[in-house]
């Protein structure tokens, strides 16, 4: 079966067209309907918007055994590193417990294996700052620190949430190897270092691993547009309205794997500020996407969206992955 369906039109003017072929059976678990989307172009992304050009950055260093653990490079272009796992820090009151990977501030990390967000920490204290733990399906966990805390071309410390990770990433949120869920930065005790990445790995018991030999095999891959235009959500921000000092927004979403409903939430000048699920009932949208359920519209409001600010809507699928940007809008006065 395959049908087309016009979803409204988006902030670019545009009609997406979408194509919806359904299996011939149910996998329990597994994707029900693959959805395709055309117009990606319309799909706004913030990495294509503010990732630097992706060229080498030196080479890696060779080999000095085997892999500790196959994994995608978690940083989404070529640098050079040096093994400094176990050196002297804090004036040596502590070990090195990872790698340094040196790049240019809001260079994509890419998660490092098929994995769910197992930790988010959004704070740009302490000697971590903003970090990232990815739990991939065998107990291993991937330590993303010093994530961006900055507005490009700054070392403002301004911290905004999309400066920092890819859209939708919050806890317990599904990534697939190679997508990017995170910009590097200098965030925490590397304020006064060049950006870098601190990468750590942790075995299933909580062992640290040096991920040396891990990084030096690892494959060098970010997800291409064409990979995750199919685990892109689909849906339409339709309105935003003022009462008083409260905004709400509202709309429609579906999940491009499950037929749950699909995360919703709310940015305001890049911050999340509300999040809840697409569940409610919206026949319309059921009416045009046939056996997918009637749950799918959501009603957010939120006191933190002054005259002026910049509205957007982030849909992202925690158990199944993918997340897209909706339009956005100037909130009214
Ligand atoms: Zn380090």
């Given at each position: 079966m395959s049908l087309k369906v016009a979803v409204p039109v988006n902030r670019s003017g545009m009609v997406d067209t979408i194509t919806r072929t359904a299996p011939s059976a149910h996998v329990p678990g597994r994707p029900r309907i693959l959805i395709v989307m055309t117009a990606l172009a319309a799909a706004v992304t913030l990495a294509a918007a503010c990732?630097?050009?992706?060229?080498?950055?030196g080479r890696r260093p060779a080999p000095t055994g085997p892999a500790e653990r196959e994994i995608v490079f978690p940083v989404g272009r070529e640098v050079s590193f040096s093994d400094t796992f176990g050196a002297p820090r804090g004036g040596g009151t502590r070990t090195h417990e990872g790698q340094d990977l040196m790049a240019p501030k809001m260079t994509p990390l890419v998660a490092?294996?098929?994995?769910?967000?197992?930790w988010l920490r959004w704070s740009s204290s302490g000697n971590a700052g903003n970090m990232l733990v990815l739990t991939d399906d065998d107990g291993w966990e991937y330590w993303y620190i010093h994530i961006n805390n900055d507005t490009p071309g700054t070392?403002?410390?301004?911290?905004?949430y999309d400066q920092a990770f890819a859209?939708?990433?919050?806890?317990g949120q599904r990534v697939r190897a190679g997508e990017v869920v995170a910009y590097l930065g200098d965030s925490g005790n590397a304020e006064g270092t060049s950006p870098h990445l601190h990468f750590e790995m942790h075995d299933p018991s909580g062992r640290v691993i040096n991920p040396f030999n891990s990084l030096a095999h690892a494959e060098l891959r970010v997800r291409s547009a064409a990979e995750t235009e199919r685990d892109r959500p689909f849906g339409n921000l339709e309105t935003v309205q003022r009462s008083g000092g409260t905004v709400t927004v509202r709309g429609w979403g579906i999940d491009a794997h499950l037929d749950d409903p699909v995360r919703a939430t709310v940015m305001v000048d890049g911050n999340p500020v509300a999040s809840a699920s697409?569940?409610?009932?919206r026949p319309d949208v059921a009416a045009a996407n046939p056996g997918r359920g009637s749950a799918h519209g959501f009603e957010l409001s939120t006191t933190?969206?002054?005259?002026g600010s910049e509205v957007c809507v982030v849909l992202h699928s925690i158990g199944g992955g993918g997340n897209t940007r909706l339009s956005c809008r100037t909130a009214p006065a």
């Amino acid at each position: 079966m395959s049908l087309k369906v016009a979803v409204p039109v988006n902030r670019s003017g545009m009609v997406d067209t979408i194509t919806r072929t359904a299996p011939s059976a149910h996998v329990p678990g597994r994707p029900r309907i693959l959805i395709v989307m055309t117009a990606l172009a319309a799909a706004v992304t913030l990495a294509a918007a503010c990732a630097p050009a992706a060229g080498p950055l030196g080479r890696r260093p060779a080999p000095t055994g085997p892999a500790e653990r196959e994994i995608v490079f978690p940083v989404g272009r070529e640098v050079s590193f040096s093994d400094t796992f176990g050196a002297p820090r804090g004036g040596g009151t502590r070990t090195h417990e990872g790698q340094d990977l040196m790049a240019p501030k809001m260079t994509p990390l890419v998660a490092a294996a098929d994995a769910e967000v197992d930790w988010l920490r959004w704070s740009s204290s302490g000697n971590a700052g903003n970090m990232l733990v990815l739990t991939d399906d065998d107990g291993w966990e991937y330590w993303y620190i010093h994530i961006n805390n900055d507005t490009p071309g700054t070392d403002d410390g301004a911290n905004r949430y999309d400066q920092a990770f890819a859209d939708g990433i919050r806890d317990g949120q599904r990534v697939r190897a190679g997508e990017v869920v995170a910009y590097l930065g200098d965030s925490g005790n590397a304020e006064g270092t060049s950006p870098h990445l601190h990468f750590e790995m942790h075995d299933p018991s909580g062992r640290v691993i040096n991920p040396f030999n891990s990084l030096a095999h690892a494959e060098l891959r970010v997800r291409s547009a064409a990979e995750t235009e199919r685990d892109r959500p689909f849906g339409n921000l339709e309105t935003v309205q003022r009462s008083g000092g409260t905004v709400t927004v509202r709309g429609w979403g579906i999940d491009a794997h499950l037929d749950d409903p699909v995360r919703a939430t709310v940015m305001v000048d890049g911050n999340p500020v509300a999040s809840a699920s697409a569940s409610l009932s919206r026949p319309d949208v059921a009416a045009a996407n046939p056996g997918r359920g009637s749950a799918h519209g959501f009603e957010l409001s939120t006191t933190s969206a002054p005259a002026g600010s910049e509205v957007c809507v982030v849909l992202h699928s925690i158990g199944g992955g993918g997340n897209t940007r909706l339009s956005c809008r100037t909130a009214p006065a």
